[in-house]
């Protein structure tokens, strides 16, 4: 390396060097520090005199592996991701398409009416559909007796709630999705769709030969952040029911949230902060072999 | 038991705090750096002139109390109160965030259930000294059952600022329909009332509301009937003895035989609605209730609703719990004696009798009930009667947890996901995990 290039260097690090310094100190050390917290017994007591402190090594792992209420937060997790996930994408691609399509007049509009729900407070949007789902005078009931179908409990509801939810959350953030999605079908060559065209392939065939195919790196990127995103549910359902009825919409976050934050069992929270942070990297890491695999 | 429920059962908790958790911690810590900085440009203050007090206070206890101040800092020249209003949804994390960064105020509100908490945390300044140096103290003013909360190993942590309970709001036309003149005083009659009341309204109407997501009316009966709830210095659970056995049968017979609907608070759209169309005709609420229903319920319904004390088993009168809400000062505070000027100030009877008229909530001290605002308030001469019968939750810091956990078993149980035997032995089971950090404190003689 020569003098110059080591200059170089040098002065490259120094640059980094605030945003790295930030970095360790905002994020790598609150990190270090929660899982340290998680082999204690970090609760008010020692809170209040270091003395009460107990450092329990594994037990809490140990203790949140054994908590029925943490397998049903897990499980409610999954349902919420595994159903609400592949749903929001499609929705999202669904929305793009039509947005996007040649047939579609004033785009820009709905674009924006699209996008409205996905920029609108959370809580706001809740009030109003926690009315949509009441069931006695929710609109939505109502629709559905029109069908004749009996009035459903929706929030209040053990089997009900979680599909309430995962309803609401699509509609509010397929949005966000859907530009992306918009933004990847317009870097398609127009050019291919006609070459399709006067080759005679039907509007299915574009989609399956073309669209698909072009737009797997969206596709990815949509997926990877859907999946990141809804692994840490939390805000809906705390806003929306408390992780009620009979905690069948508690999520991971939830649990962590209330243990953390209202119990101040600052240890446990933190395994289980932990816990979800292993599960989500294993599943990203599945999920990105899975689709680098298929190419 | 503290009025935080009240937004609970408005429904929506306060999002915009929780997010702000972390940022205020954070923010704190900027604000004082900026004053620090402040400090050391030159802002010296006159020593010794003017003392400012931190006062924090929740919700609309916060606004409310500032009309009371100008009367105060009258009286005392020497001393400022700054208040600062916390919501009810943020206040407990708000004041642990502040002991934590060493930010607390010099007096503050808290639930009477959160003492023990904060006496666990070294957080509050015993009083007993300032009691005792004071003639002008009057312990005895104050209702007993509520004073007992304020009370821990024999020391005295803080002082009841208002008080609080649960009894019976009923719909006095509905109820004497059914050829009960009187309000139920024991359970069997107050059984046979539901029944009356549930047979007469047919199959859309109910008796009673009790949200299933809640644990107070069940650990109300329990202790009614002498259920002793922990045992062994409150060391270990005891849901599965007898009484407490009997008194959880009695509270799912109401919603085994339909008296009841099965539904969470969070379900009720409009609770004042449905109690004006008759969907229920009695409901086991607190003070707060009794302006919310004056102002939302319609005029043709408002002659007919009142308060009534809770049943009792037996021939005792039935008790409920001592709730409310109460003053502490800050164990770090450097300006404790100013703060305890403020603490007298706001507990005595003239404040309290004007704090009743600004918020309708109900004095600690027992004189301040002869103000002619509350004696002349037929609504609240139930409260008067069921305030000289309430009992303390178990005064430790993990009860709002295992309440939690009664409300969560007794949901189960209510819907048919557990039978009696299994949530009972599964909440003991559960509250024993809680305890087992008081356990290891108690065996190492470490003071919990």
Avoid at chain 1, 81 to 99: D, K, M
Avoid at chain 2, 305 to 318: E, I, R, Y
Avoid at chain 2, 438 to 448: D, F, I
């Amino acid at each position: 390396m020569t003098g110059y290039e080591r200059h170089i260097t040098l002065s490259a690090y120094a640059f980094l060097a605030p945003a790295l310094l930030l970095i360790a100190v905002f994020f790598f050390l609150p990190v270090l520090a929660a899982l340290l917290l998680s082999f204690t017994d970090f609760d008010i007591y020692a809170l209040g005199d270091l003395n009460r402190l107990r450092f329990v090594g594994l037990q809490n792992y140990g203790q949140l592996l054994q908590s029925p209420l943490f397998w049903t937060a897990l499980g409610n997790t999954f349902y919420f991701v595994a159903v609400g996930g592949p749903l929001s994408v499609a929705v999202s691609l669904s929305a793009a398409l039509l947005v996007n399509s040649r047939l579609t007049r004033f785009p820009g509009f709905f674009r924006t009416v699209f996008f409205l729900p996905v920029v609108t407070t959370l809580v706001a949007v809740a009030v109003v559909w926690r009315y949509l789902y009441h069931p006695h005078y929710g609109l939505l009931n109502y629709g559905l007796s029109l069908f004749g179908v009996d009035p459903i409990g929706w929030l209040g509801d053990p089997d009900w709630a979680m599909p309430a939810i995962i309803l609401m959350v699509v509609w509010k953030n397929f949005g966000f999705n859907m530009i992306i999605f918009i933004a990847g079908l317009q870097n398609i060559p127009i050019s291919l769709y006609e070459a399709a065209r006067i080759d005679g392939a039907s509007a299915w065939r574009q989609f399956c030969h073309i669209t698909l195919p072009l737009l797997r790196p969206t596709f990815l990127f949509v997926a990877l952040m859907t999946l990141i995103g809804y692994f840490q549910v939390f805000a809906e359902p705390y806003v929306m029911t408390q992780g009620g009825p009979a905690n069948r919409t508690l999520s991971v976050v939830l649990l962590m949230y209330e243990e953390g934050f209202r119990w101040w069992n600052i240890g446990y929270a933190s395994a289980a902060a932990f816990v979800l942070f292993a599960l989500i990297l294993a599943v990203t890491g599945l999920q990105l072999k899975l689709q680098r695999g298929e190419r | 038991m503290t009025k935080g429920e009240r937004r609970e059962e408005n429904g929506i908790p306060d999002v915009h705090c929780i997010f702000s958790g972390r940022l205020k911690s954070i923010g704190s810590r900027l604000i004082r750096l900026a004053l620090m900085l402040g400090a050391l440009t030159g802002c010296h203050s006159d020593p010794g002139a003017v003392v400012t007090v931190e006062f924090w206070a929740m919700g609309q206890e916060g606004e409310q109390v500032q009309v009371l101040l100008p009367e105060f800092e009258r009286r005392h020249p020497e001393i400022r109160v700054r208040v600062q209003q916390i919501p009810w949804s943020a206040a407990h994390e708000k004041l642990l965030t502040a002991y934590a960064g060493d930010a607390m105020p010099d007096l503050f509100q808290l639930g009477n259930t959160w003492i023990p908490e904060f006496v666990a945390l070294r957080a509050i300044e015993p009083l007993d000294q300032r009691l005792r140096d004071d003639p002008a103290a009057v312990l005895a003013d104050f209702f007993p059952g509520i004073l007992v909360t304020n009370r821990l190993d024999g020391q005295t942590y803080a002082l009841p600022w208002y008080v609080d309970t649960r009894l019976l709001f009923y719909r006095t036309d509905l109820l004497s329909a059914t050829g009960f003149a009187q309000p139920p005083e024991t359970w069997e009659d107050w059984r046979k009332a539901m029944t009356v009341l549930k047979v007469a309204g047919g199959s859309m109407r109910y008796a009673i509301l009790l949200p299933v997501n809640e644990w107070q009316l069940l650990v109300i009966l329990a202790l009614q009937h002498g259920a002793p709830l922990l045992r062994d210095r409150d060391q270990y659970g005891d849901f599965q003895n007898p009484r407490f056995r009997e008194a959880f049968t009695f509270y799912l017979s109401l919603f085994e035989q339909g008296l009841a609907p099965p539904v969470s608070n969070t379900q009720m759209a409009n609770l004042y609605q449905e109690f004006a169309s008759g969907t229920f005709a009695l409901y086991v609420s607190g003070p707060w209730n009794i302006g919310e229903f004056r102002r939302r319920l319609p005029a043709a319904v408002q002659p007919h609703w009142n308060t009534a004390p809770l049943p009792g088993f037996g021939a005792d009168p039935g008790l409920s719990l001592a709730g409310g809400a109460s003053l502490a000062l800050s164990r770090s505070s450097p300006r404790q004696d100013a703060a305890w000027k403020l603490l007298q100030f706001l507990t005595e009877p003239e404040q309290q009798a004007r704090f009743y008229s600004l918020t309708g909530d109900l004095p600690a001290r027992q004189s301040a009930w002869a103000d002619p605002a509350l004696a002349d308030n037929r609504y609240a001469q139930a409260f008067w009667h069921q305030l000289q019968h309430v009992q303390a939750t178990p005064p430790i810091p993990e009860w709002e947890r295992i309440a939690n956990k009664i409300a969560y078993y007794a949901e189960l149980t209510i819907r048919k996901q557990k039978s009696m035997d299994e949530a009972l032995a599964a909440l003991d089971r559960d509250v024993d995990r809680i305890l087992e950090k008081r356990r290891w404190l108690l065996s190492r003689s470490l003071t919990p």
